[in-house]
Nanobody, 124 residues
Framework: QPQLAESGGGSAQTGGSLRLTCEAS????????ASWFRQAPGKEREVIAC????????HYVDSVKDRFTISRDNAKNTVWLHMQDLRPEDTAVYYC?????????????????WGQGAQVTVSS
């Protein structure tokens, strides 16, 4: 059964770092763009980082630019989100997502696959 499995996350203090891992199984990730979303309490889910299937396209929302890094290894069917200089406002549930297509950066329609979500909590 195709799925994305997230791991990592947890708790950090302001200024700290965490890494999220998203492993795809049951499908070939290299044909999909990869994105990370997050949803803070009482807020809508927002896309924060995207990478095209060939890794040449990158997008970050302004609030995480220069602090978060999305990366992928298609041979390992894995995507990562490295987060540094964490702030309390980064506290949220983080989701990875995969959207099919070679010309997609951030998905404009619902992605084909979602991870189960990983809690990230940043304390001051």
């Amino acid at each position: 059964q195709p799925q994305l499995a997230e791991s990592g996350g947890g708790s950090a203090q302001t200024g700290g770092s965490l890494r999220l891992t998203c492993e795809a199984s049951g499908f070939t990730l290299k044909f999909y763009s990869a994105s990370w979303f997050r949803q803070a309490p009482g807020k809508e889910r927002e896309v924060i980082a995207c990478m095209s299937s060939d890794s040449l396209g990158l997008h970050y929302v302004d609030s995480v630019k220069d602090r978060f890094t999305i990366s992928r290894d298609n041979a390992k069917n894995t995507v990562w989100l490295h987060m540094q200089d964490l702030r309390p406002e980064d506290t949220a549930v983080y989701y990875c997502a995969a959207a099919f297509g070679p010309h997609i950066l951030c998905p404009t329609t619902p992605p084909e696959y979602w991870g189960q979500g990983a809690q990230v909590t940043v304390s001051s």
